[in-house]
């Protein structure tokens, strides 16, 4: 089972600064990495695919970067509405048993 | 507009059962590998188990060790997860989510992450 790790825990950052995010994969997931945001109550919403690519509607604010076992995602000029937990999710192995990782909040500094 | 839909959620003793439905709209089911994911109060996300567009393969994450149940209806445009032998940590939001789905002139490339996702249902299982 590929392992992913994502750090910090919990990110303290002020409206319209930057937050990155990192994620760890135990072994190269290629670019095979997506990222989710979730907040309070609601499901999940992909936000980024194949390590880089904005899923449909997602702001430009929003990125990602990365290869094989690190990744980032970076939020510019954080808005009240970005305030909620990021997950990663590696989908590279095969039989596709994707794993996730443990998530960092993202919260008001 | 594109749609999930779970149900089937509620109280259980431990080692009960409980069927889970997801009933969906919007997009070709029966194209598309479909997933189960559950959270845990408090807690992050856990891929429980997937299966492919026509039933015939089925994945589930090691640690169930047997004791849940994927399939899909593609007539029904529903997908299930049965669960039996519950436990105390089996305790959770279990979310339907439709796997990503890449479609050219003439072929399908799928893919293991997930584009859309239901609300969710709740399986608390306490006696």
């Known amino acids: 089972e590929i392992v992913m790790t994502q750090s910090p825990a919990t990110l303290s950052v002020s409206p319209g600064d930057r937050a990155t995010l990192s994620c760890g994969a135990s072994q190269s997931v290629r670019s095979n990495l997506a990222w989710y945001q979730q907040k309070p109550g609601q499901p999940p919403r992909l936000l980024i695919y194949g390590a880089s690519t904005r899923a449909s509607g997602i702001p430009a604010r929003f990125s990602g970067s990365g290869s094989e076992t690190e990744f980032t995602l970076t939020i510019s000029g954080l808005q009240s509405e970005d305030f909620a937990v990021y997950y990663c999710?590696?989908?590279?192995?095969?039989?596709?048993?994707?794993?996730f990782g443990g998530g960092t909040k993202v919260e008001i500094k | 507009e594109v749609q999930l839909v779970e149900s089937g959620g509620g109280l259980v003793q431990p080692g009960g059962s409980l069927r889970l439905s997801c009933v969906v709209s919007g997009f070709t089911f029966s194209n598309h590998w479909m997933s189960w994911v559950r959270q845990a109060p408090g807690k992050g996300l856990e891929w429980v188990a997937n299966i492919k567009q026509d039933g015939s393969e089925k994945y589930y994450v090691d640690s169930l060790k047997g004791r849940f149940t994927i399939s899909r209806d593609n007539a029904k445009n529903s997908v299930y997860l049965q669960m039996d032998s519950l436990r105390a940590e089996d305790t959770a939001v279990y979310y339907c989510?439709?796997?990503?789905?890449?479609?050219?002139?003439?072929?399908?490339?799928?893919?293991?992450?997930?584009?859309?996702w239901g609300k969710g249902t709740t399986v608390t299982v306490s006696s």
């Open positions: 999710q590696q989908y590279s192995e095969w039989p596709p048993r994707v794993t």
């Open positions: 989510a439709r796997n990503y789905l890449r479609e050219g002139a003439g072929y399908f490339h799928h893919y293991y992450y997930m584009d859309v």
